[in-house]
């Protein structure tokens, strides 16, 4: 079996920093894409970052040049920095990633996500 856990959100003050960890444990063979998402109260779910195996990235609109998404393959975890932090940031913020694990299958996971609250 294998688990996706985001950890690091809380509350911030407007123009804070906050870094997020998305950590696949389990049966782990290596993580290939991973993708950090966020979902705001009444509204849908959006792609905000992504991170290929190579370590290609990519941003939405709203969150480039403020956030980083990067990866650290030796610990299985992928990790979102975000700076200058806004009111309309606050949002429950999951990871999504394709995982291989040890007996050859690869499937997608999803973390339970973490809330991240900015104070104006």
């Known amino acids: 079996q294998v688990y996706l856990a985001e950890s690091g959100g809380g509350l911030v003050q407007d123009g804070g920093s906050l870094r997020l960890s998305c950590v696949a444990s389990?049966?782990?063979?290596?993580?290939?894409?991973v993708g950090w998402y966020r979902q705001a109260l009444g509204k849908q779910r959006e792609l905000i970052a992504g991170?290929?195996?190579?370590?290609?990235?990519n941003y939405a609109d709203s969150v480039k040049g403020r956030f980083t998404i990067s990866r650290d393959d030796a610990k299985n975890t992928a990790y979102l920095q975000m700076n200058s932090l806004k009111p309309e940031d606050t949002a429950v913020y999951l990871c999504?990633?394709?995982?291989?694990?040890?007996?050859?299958?690869?499937?997608?996971?999803w973390g339970q996500g973490t809330q991240v609250t900015v104070s104006s």
């Open positions: 991170i290929t195996r190579g370590g290609s990235t």
């Open positions: 999504n990633a394709g995982v291989l694990s040890i007996n050859g299958r690869l499937s997608d996971y």
């Open positions: 389990g049966s782990v063979a290596h993580v290939n894409a």
